[in-house]
C-alpha cells in the first residue's frame, strides 16, 4: 500500500486521491502529508513497541495519521470518539499507548 502512494504521486501527481466532507487530497498531497506525519509519529513514539493513540473523526487526517504510522513502523491504536469517558480510559490503558493524537499532529 505504502509503495502504492509514492507510485501514484509519482505517477500522477495531481490526481485526486481522498476526499472527504472537508476537502480534497491529490497523490502528490497524501505523499507529502503521510511522510510529515510519519516523522512528528516517529518523534513521538520512537520505539518499535510503542504505540499512539489516535482519536479523531472519520476524516482523510485521521487516515493519513494511521498509514503514516504504519509507513514508519508506530503503532496506532484507533480510538472512537462515540466511546463513553469510561470506555475511552479503558481501551487507552489497555492500548499501552505512550501518547494521544487528537488531531493529525498539525494537520486535524
Given amino acids: ?24 487530497m491529490t497523490w502528490m498531497d497524501v505523499a507529502t502529508t503521510v511522510d510529515a506525519l510519519g516523522e512528528r509519529l516517529i518523534a513521538i513514539a520512537p520505539n518499535s513497541d510503542e504505540r499512539v ?14 498509514v503514516a504510522g504504519i509507513r514508519r513502523g508506530v503503532g496506532t491504536v484507533a480510538v472512537s470518539r462515540q466511546l463513553k469517558p469510561d470506555e475511552m480510559a479503558d481501551q ?6 505512550v501518547a494521544v493524537v487528537t488531531g493529525p499532529l498539525g494537520l486535524m
Fill in 92 to 97: 487507552l490503558l489497555d492500548s499501552g499507548s
Fill in 53 to 66: 493513540a489516535v482519536i479523531g473523526e472519520n476524516t482523510v487526517e485521521t487516515l493519513l495519521a494511521h
Fill in 1 to 24: 500500500m505504502l509503495d502504492l502512494i509514492r507510485d501514484r504521486a509519482t505517477a500522477d501527481p495531481h490526481g485526486l486521491a481522498l476526499v472527504d466532507d472537508r476537502r480534497a
